[in-house]
């Protein structure tokens, strides 16, 4: 069955330290997202990406930075520099050219730096 | 700028009931979309519907209906007879007529926790 899956569901770090989460699809997509999700504030755009080797920052890219080297995988790094990490990060993704295509999430993964 | 204002936090009802779940949006685009997810607590967004901005007209999807009004920037989303499994915290969002060279970015609502008790 098509669809996107997100890696791990849980990961704990310590402060200070880089994490990678990944996402990977098998939709054929062209399009993926990244969205943070903190309680009572919905779900915010960090990064996107259209196509391969091309991606642009959403409403609140500080602290993360990805990468598109392949269609299926659009992985994300919190880096040392986000101040508030811990948060529910999903991963999203669209056919190209489709602006009125819903998006497909991935099942998401909590991050909890301490 | 585009917003999406869902002010119902978290609402309880009884099994049976029918519960609306509201939402405003706010645009100065002309052509747009507008979109209900579901979020269980397993976690993954599922999409319920999309309309777009030249479409008023209401949509029923078994105890499922949908409400919009234009005039009044809603999107209303009705749940007849609500069962437990709709559970969940719901979105509203809004996406922009188009990104350059496609894609959907969307804006979301701060969501509607339901909470259906027997």
């Known amino acids: 069955d098509g669809g996107i899956t997100q890696s791990p569901k849980y990961l704990f770090r310590k402060e200070g330290q880089n994490v990678t989460l990944s996402c990977e699809q098998n939709?054929?997509?062209?399009?993926m997202y990244w969205y943070r999700q903190d309680p009572g504030q919905g779900l915010r755009l960090i990064y996107y990406s259209q196509i391969v080797n091309d991606f642009q920052k959403g409403d609140i890219a500080e602290g993360y930075s990805v990468s598109r080297e392949k269609k299926e995988s659009f992985p994300l790094t919190v880096t040392s520099a986000q101040k508030n990490p811990t948060a529910f990060y999903l991963c999203?993704?669209?056919?190209?050219?489709?602006?009125?295509?819903?998006?497909?999430f991935g099942n998401g993964t909590r991050l909890t730096v301490t | 700028a585009q917003k999406v204002t869902q002010a119902q936090t978290e609402i309880s009802v009884v099994e049976k009931e029918d519960v609306t779940l509201d939402c405003v949006y706010e645009t100065r685009d002309t052509t747009y979309y507008l979109f209900w997810y579901k979020q269980p607590p397993s976690g993954e967004l599922v999409f319920l519907i999309r309309?777009?901005?030249?479409?008023?007209q209401n949509e029923i999807s078994g105890r499922y209906s949908w409400n919009f009004q234009k005039s009044t920037s809603s999107f209303n989303f009705t749940i007849t007879a609500s069962q437990v499994v709709d559970s969940a915290v719901y979105f509203c969002?809004?996406?922009?007529?188009?990104?350059?060279?496609?894609?959907?970015?969307?804006?979301f609502g701060t969501g509607t926790q339901l909470k259906v008790e027997l």
């Open positions: 939709l054929n997509h062209d399009a």
């Open positions: 999203a993704s669209s056919p190209l050219g489709s602006y009125n295509s819903p998006l497909h």
């Open positions: 309309r777009n901005s030249f479409d008023e």
């Open positions: 969002a809004l996406s922009e007529a188009g990104l350059t060279g496609g894609g959907n970015k969307l804006t």
